[in-house]
C-alpha cells in the first residue's frame, strides 16, 4: 500500500496548483526536483492570467469563501510580480 495522500480535485486545489506555478516562477519557490530558485516573469505574469481567466469566468458561481480565496490569491501574486520588476 501507498503512503501518498489522495488529493482531492476542488476549485482550490486547481488554484494552489496554479498559484505554485506562479511562486515558483518568480522565484519565490524552488523548481520541483532541481530544488532550484528561478525567476520567468513571462511565465509567471501567465500563470497570474491563468488566474484572472479563472476569475472571470466563475463570477457568481463561486461561494463567498472560494471567491474570497481566490482574490487574495491573485492579489498577492500581482503584487508580487510587481515588487520583482
Known amino acids: 500500500m501507498s503512503?501518498?495522500?489522495n488529493i482531492e480535485a476542488s476549485l482550490?486545489?486547481?488554484i494552489l496548483s496554479i498559484a505554485s506555478s506562479a511562486a515558483m516562477s518568480l522565484g519565490l519557490a524552488p523548481q520541483p526536483g532541481t530544488e532550484k530558485v528561478e525567476k520567468n516573469l513571462e511565465l509567471a505574469r501567465f500563470n497570474i492570467d491563468l488566474l484572472l481567466v479563472l476569475k472571470d469566468?466563475?463570477?457568481?458561481?463561486?461561494?463567498q469563501d472560494e471567491q474570497r480565496f481566490l482574490d487574495s490569491v491573485i492579489n498577492?501574486?500581482?503584487l508580487k510580480f510587481v515588487q520583482q520588476k
Open 3 to 5: 503512503d501518498e495522500k
Open 12 to 14: 482550490s486545489t486547481l
Open 57 to 63: 469566468k466563475t463570477v457568481n458561481n463561486l461561494s
Open 76 to 78: 498577492d501574486l500581482q
